[in-house]
């Protein structure tokens, strides 16, 4: 046998075998019960051993004082490109700290919607404060500190809109969506370029309004497709035979109406199949194997003949989040109490309908901030999310927030899945 032939054979062998990681449970349909640990320690790893020894760490330490920490949210990617820092919220404030030793590197101020850009290092997209009557976008670097306008838009646009616009970048950075408010009264829906600095999509949501003149209401939240194809724009409404009803794309530069990709407003998220291909991954409460039970599906952009494909029937009415913003052909989820298998669980789930169960979140979710929206990094190693620890001794954070909860952000630090070798070496 050639020997440079033999040995990537061989590595392909040692490589297939190291990629089945043992961390975690493949089993979907098995009732894990939860192991108790207690609340662990900021920053001492804890080993959950019901999951075949899943390590996780707490990355911040509120829950006790009253006040509160938390992820972006699980359709916004937490960690920067290399993994060095994160972005979370402590108290309200928009904070970059450094993953290994928690130190807090920089405390953003004046800016909307931080994001990471994912393919500048060390880089964060924002929009500006809101100020003044002038609308910006910034990178911010955030070991210097120092902050960049890169784009400032028509005197038009006045003030961005925070809730609908804080969704992530096309996967090279070029795209970002979102909505402002104008001079004249309006709102408007746009994309803009940032690599060439020249506005896409423009539309004003009393244009929108025409096309469905029972529609009085604003989008849930409007984004890009990874691969910078389409603007997305979710609906609140429910509705399959209206416009403005569910997960609608435009073409990115025009604005024209593509699809309405599903008529309702379940969690789902954007990412990319197997084969590079750009789908959204959405709960339907309806599963093509069993109308009585609700189901993970996953549908093409544009739409496939046999849309929505199956991906994975679930045992619970409501899922929680959906977070594709990893590896290409999974997702993580978080689930809500079912009683059944997947109870209260952060899983990862492949595109073929296979698992890998990491842990019980042992959150009382009784209000936003400890919904655990978990959110996985570009790599795929690392996932985050946010537990107020209460069904293993943590804190009832019910009463705490104004109803929305108090607890804590917590880091799952996953086995390297593959290795690569280059001319036979790692």
């Not at 928009?94 to 990471?116: G, Q």
């Amino acid at each position: 046998m050639n020997k440079i032939l033999g040995l990537v054979l061989i590595v392909a062998v040692i490589s297939s075998s190291l990629a089945q990681s043992p961390i975690g449970v493949s089993d979907g349909n098995a009732i894990i019960p939860m192991q108790s640990n207690g609340l662990p320690a900021i920053n001492t790893p804890f080993v959950d051993a019901a999951f075949n020894n899943t390590t996780i760490r707490r990355i911040t330490n509120y829950m006790e004082t009253g006040q509160w920490g938390a992820h972006v949210y699980s359709q916004l990617q937490a960690f920067s490109p290399d993994n060095s820092f994160i972005l979370i919220i402590e108290d309200g404030f928009y904070i970059i700290k450094n993953r290994i030793t928690l130190a807090t590197v920089l405390v953003l101020s004046d800016i909307n919607t931080p994001r990471w850009h994912p393919d500048l290092p060390n880089t964060i997209v924002a929009y500006d404060s809101n100020g003044d009557t002038t609308l910006r976008v910034v990178y911010i670097d955030v070991i210097t500190g120092s902050s960049n306008v890169v784009f400032t838009f028509p005197d038009l646009y006045e003030q961005i809109r925070g809730n609908q616009s804080f969704d992530e970048l096309s996967h090279d950075g070029k795209w970002i969506a979102g909505m402002a408010s104008t001079s004249d009264g309006d709102q408007m829906i746009f994309s803009l370029d940032l690599e060439n600095g020249l506005i896409g999509t423009q539309l004003r949501l009393s244009d929108l309004f025409a096309i469905n003149t029972n529609a009085n209401f604003e989008p849930d939240w409007i984004g890009v497709s990874p691969l910078g194809n389409y603007l997305t724009v979710q609906w609140v409404p429910a509705n399959p035979n209206q416009r403005l009803n569910g997960m609608e794309i435009y073409e990115i530069t025009t604005g024209n109406f593509v699809q309405q990709l599903n008529p309702w407003h379940n969690h789902g998220d954007f990412g990319l199949d197997h084969d590079g291909n750009e789908v959204f991954i959405s709960s339907i409460l309806a599963s093509p194997e069993d109308n009585n039970l609700p189901a993970i599906v996953s549908y093409g952009l544009p739409l496939r003949n046999n849309d929505p494909q199956l991906v994975l029937t679930v045992p619970w009415e409501t899922l929680w989040h959906i977070s594709c913003q990893g590896l290409q052909g999974r997702c993580v989820v978080s689930s809500g109490a079912t009683g059944m298998n997947f109870n209260n669980e952060i899983f990862e789930l492949y595109f073929d309908g296979s698992v890998r169960r990491l842990t019980h979140h042992r959150s009382g979710m009784c209000g936003y901030w400890v919904q655990p929206r978990a959110s996985v990094s570009k790599d795929g190693k690392f996932i985050v999310f946010d537990s107020d620890f209460q069904d293993d001794g943590g804190i009832n954070s019910c009463a705490s927030q104004g109803q929305f909860g108090g607890g804590d952000v917590f880091m799952i630090e996953l086995p390297i899945e593959n290795i690569i070798f280059v001319n036979g070496f790692e």
